[in-house]
């Protein structure tokens, strides 16, 4: 499947299971008061709470397996803090380490308790990196990724002379600007479908209870 189609896949599922109105009436009926027994809060914490630690993990399996998905790509991309990002989750959710994190602390470990690394800094990366020296933010980049997108909108071209028009509105060079595009896409549909499995596990979980704002039943996963 092309990534936009895709995308356009990913926009209709989400419209469908989540359309805004419903999302308002979760949310208000989220914000009442957690003493009335028939709000959503209420039931969620109460059952959130009775079904204890161990049954909530494998409920919730599919989101841990997301998160843990998401962090992995990010350090096999090179972003050593994933490894950290991904222990501290684990320690918030009260979570075992995925395979991949508990072998890359261990080998990392073994480095430092062998002197053959000079720092902590070699296996989980050096705090904050990028952020004070980047070139440039994050607002920047969304941007120039929201600009891109529309032109291509418009009906320009996804060309070099697409990315050559943006690095002339942001100052910059053609390659950053489509470096900038397409990490901002795989960015956002990675987005988009953990959010819609997302919605799959939850429904999952509440259906059984009579308390699941998404009611119709859900189609199969997308790839």
């Not at 995308?7 to 989400?14: N, P, S």
């Not at 299971?17 to 039931?43: A, M, Q, T």
Request: hydrophobic residues 30%.
């Amino acid at each position: 499947m092309s990534r936009k189609r895709l995308d356009v896949e990913l926009d209709e599922l989400l419209a469908e299971y989540s359309p805004r109105i419903k999302r308002e009436e979760v949310w208000e009926s989220y914000l009442e008061s957690s003493n009335n027994p028939n709000s959503l809060e209420h039931k969620i914490n109460k059952y959130v709470t009775e079904i204890g630690d161990d049954e909530r993990r494998k409920i919730f399996a599919g989101i841990y397996e997301i998160a843990f998905d998401a962090y992995e790509e990010e350090y096999l991309a090179g972003d050593l803090n994933a490894l950290m990002k991904c222990i501290n989750y684990c320690c918030t959710e009260k979570l075992a380490l995925p395979s991949w994190a508990a072998d890359a602390f261990h080998q990392g470990y073994t480095k430092i308790n062998n002197c053959e690394a000079r720092s902590w800094d070699v296996i989980f990366g050096k705090p904050n990196k990028g952020k004070h020296k980047a070139k440039r933010s994050e607002e920047d980049n969304i941007k120039i990724h929201l600009y891109i997108r529309k032109k291509i909108s418009k009906g320009n071209p996804v060309d070099e002379g697409l990315f050559s028009d943006a690095a002339e509105q942001f100052y910059g060079c053609s390659t950053e600007m489509k470096k900038i595009y397409y990490d901002l896409e795989r960015e956002r549909l990675r987005w988009k479908k953990s959010r819609l499995e997302g919605i799959r596990i939850t429904h999952a979980a509440l259906e059984p209870l009579g308390i699941s704002p998404w009611q119709k039943k859900l189609r199969k996963k997308t790839k």
